[in-house]
C-alpha cells in the first residue's frame, strides 16, 4: 500500500520550521515575532510550545517571490 502524504497545509509551524522555511535562525524568527513581522499562534510563556502563524510565514515567502 502506498504512503498516504498529508496534503492539508499547516496551520503553524514551530520555530524551527519557520527559520528553515524562512532561510533565518531561530534568534531572528524570535526578533520577528518581537517586531511584529511574524505573529504567534500562542503566546510566548516559559515552558509554552511556540507556533507561529502560517499565514504570516508565507506573506513573507510571498513578498520574497515577488521583489
Known amino acids: 500500500m502506498p504512503a498516504v502524504t498529508n496534503t492539508v497545509p499547516h496551520r503553524a509551524y514551530t520555530r524551527e520550521e519557520a527559520a528553515d522555511l524562512l532561510r533565518v535562525s531561530k ?15 500562542r503566546p510566548r510563556k516559559k515552558g509554552r510550545p511556540l507556533r507561529i502563524s502560517a499565514g504570516s510565514v508565507h506573506r513573507i515567502l510571498d513578498a520574497d517571490e515577488n521583489s
Open 27 to 41: 534568534t531572528t524568527i524570535l526578533r520577528m515575532l518581537d517586531s511584529g513581522e511574524l505573529k504567534s499562534t
